[in-house]
């Protein structure tokens, strides 16, 4: 299937590595620009890399998504040198179980304070888009009880109501707004991966709770977002996909 997203332009937060440099390559094989963030300028520089050598344009700087100006300026240079933008998605995340005051901050300015100063930013392009699209990252740690009392689940769940609400509000311009919440995800290095070297029976004991039993993979959740993105979704707004091998035991109605 054409998803249709040939000489789009997506921009994705924290897209250096993990699921959000998948989603860029992703994008970028269905002929999107892809302008990329991330703390590093080594990470930054072998994302570009490895996006334009799908064939499309890229461009990324070095952000710190809860700093307004940082921020504000990589939307601002993406745009102006990959020619507006299309699709906006909200990746990055503070992770963790930091239960400090400073973890609920941390958590707050990354997760929730970070993707409204993003979406505000990006509105006026989006808005001058044939087919503008924004998706928010959360999780299944806001559906259910997982972890504790944590930041993470927490302001997740408050990214959902966001999320929802946001969509509602832009459906009348065009803009359609939805989440992804992936279940547990392995990635090679990432926090999974870390969970399956420190502490096997935590990972053994969540992979045997997945009906389909196994964790999830970077390109399942990329795979999902390239559609939901696409004007082949052209319908659907305001919806949260689980991407978690039936990970979650609620129902979805």
Known sequence: MDLQLKGKVA????????IGLEMALTL????CNIGVCARHQDEVDAAVKAISAKGVKAHGDVVDITD???????IGNCADKL?????????ASA???????NGWRQNFETDILATWRGVNAVLPYLEKSDCPSIITM???????VFAGPVPFGAMKAALLNYTGNLANELAPKGIRVNAVSPGPIFIKDGAWD????????????TRDSIPMGRLGTAEEVANQ???????????TTGTNIVIDGGFTKRLHY
């Open 95 to 101: 992770g963790g179980a930091d239960t400090s005051e």
């Open 225 to 235: 977002v390239a559609f939901l993105v696409s004007p082949r979704a052209s319908f």
């Open 28 to 31: 970028a094989e269905e002929g």
């Open 194 to 205: 870390q969970i399956k070297q420190a502490a096997p029976e935590v990972y053994e004991g």
């Open 138 to 144: 959360s999780s299944t740690a806001a559906l259910e």
């Open 11 to 18: 921009l994705i937060t924290g897209s250096s590595k993990g």
């Open 83 to 91: 020619g507006g933008v299309d699709i906006f998605i909200a990746n």
């Open 68 to 74: 307004s100006q940082s921020y504000e300026s990589w």
